[in-house]
């Protein structure tokens, strides 16, 4: 998942079928037990799924978004019967989704993030340069594109979105670029804007590490989506809906993303993250931990998965397990 085949412009999609990433190791940590209530809150292809189901006699829960992802859970409703159980709609909301089904807690959740192959596969989705395609990149079905983004926003303000969520240095002069190629014509496909950020953006060259596009396209993508904002709503809904032991696995495909995951643990688990150990007590010292954390390092693809499935070379999975604590957000 993630923006991992967008880091590799020389590689069919044909070539690859879908492999769930560190699927074994998040099977693992999930704990799975006959009789459990489990969340996929990114159904994606299923892979996850599928496993799940398979794992135990017990009743899953798999939240996506995207609309289009729902062609694969008719199968799985076939197969599975009353335990799969699909729900359109973002992961940052489970709890809500999950309460209109009368569901209060579940057992473990499962979050694979970033985009699915599902979507960089298909050109007209507008994810992938691999590509050409328009310019769109949405995950569901609302909201502005990519092209109404990079066709509308200033330039100072559209140079700090690639900075920030791409990680780009040469973000100033991309968004320079977009303004002075948009003055002519609105940007409107992958390929267009894959060429404007290739001209200014150096490289050793062509098809050697990364595409000079890809950091661009991954700041769009996640502007577009939300996806960090959709993490942290994912995260607290997923402490709230948690039962006491229950398991939280996260597979994380680049540094914003494991970030943000890695702090919330810490600071769940009552270890402070940028706090001087000489300033009096905050408020967040008072709260007993919610979280205690079972990966102490990430885990990371082993050699064999990433011959296999070279996809997965940037996936760390972090895992935390529910205590008997109030959930902070809930706490004043």
């Known amino acids: 998942r993630g923006d991992l085949i967008v880091n590799m412009p020389s590689v069919d999609a044909g070539q690859y079928e879908h492999i769930p990433v560190l699927c074994d190791e998040a ?8 009789g459990g209530r489990y969340v996929d809150g990114t159904f994606g292809k299923g892979g996850y799924a599928s496993r799940i189901l398979e794992e135990a006699s017990c009743q899953l829960f798999a939240i996506d978004r995207d609309p289009m992802a729902f062609s694969e859970a008719m199968n799985l ?3 599975y019967g009353e335990r799969f159980i699909p729900m359109q709609g973002c992961f940052g909301e489970m709890d809500s989704l999950l309460a209109k089904q009368g569901i209060a ?18 050109p007209s989705r507008g994810f992938s340069f691999r590509f050409d395609g328009p310019l769109d990149m949405r995950m569901g079905q609302d909201g502005p594109t990519a092209g109404d ?12 979105l690639i900075y920030t ?15 002075e190629a948009r003055v002519n014509q609105p ?21 050697q590490g990364i595409d000079p596009a890809t950091k661009t396209f991954q700041a769009l993508r996640i502007y577009v989506n939300d996806e960090l904002g959709e993490l942290d709503r994912g995260l607290k809904a997923a402490e709230r809906l948690l039962n006491p032991g229950g398991r939280l696995v996260i597979v994380a495909f680049h540094s914003l993303e494991d970030r943000r995951v890695k702090n919330f643990f810490n600071e769940r688990q009552g270890k402070a993250t940028g706090r001087s150990r000489y300033l009096p007590p905050g408020k967040d010292d008072y709260k007993r931990p919610s979280f205690s954390v079972i990966t102490k390092r990430p885990v990371r693809p082993s050699a064999a998965e990433l ?3 070279p996809r997965a070379r940037s996936a760390r999975l972090r895992a935390a397990e529910r205590t008997s604590a109030a959930p902070w957000s809930e706490l004043n």
């Open 77 to 79: 409703s076939e197969r």
């Open 149 to 160: 983004i990079v066709n509308s926003m200033a330039e100072s303000d559209l140079a700090d």
């Open 165 to 179: 969520l791409g990680e780009e240095r040469y973000s100033r002069r991309v968004s320079k670029a977009i303004v």
């Open 105 to 122: 807690k579940v057992d473990a959740i499962v979050l694979d993030l970033g985009v699915s192959s599902l979507q960089l596969d298909d």
């Open 27 to 34: 099977i693992c940590q999930l704990n799975i037990r006959n």
């Open 307 to 309: 011959k296999q499935n």
């Open 187 to 207: 940007i409107s496909s992958t390929n267009a804007l894959a060429k404007i950020v290739r001209e200014v953006v150096p490289y050793k060259k062509f098809g």
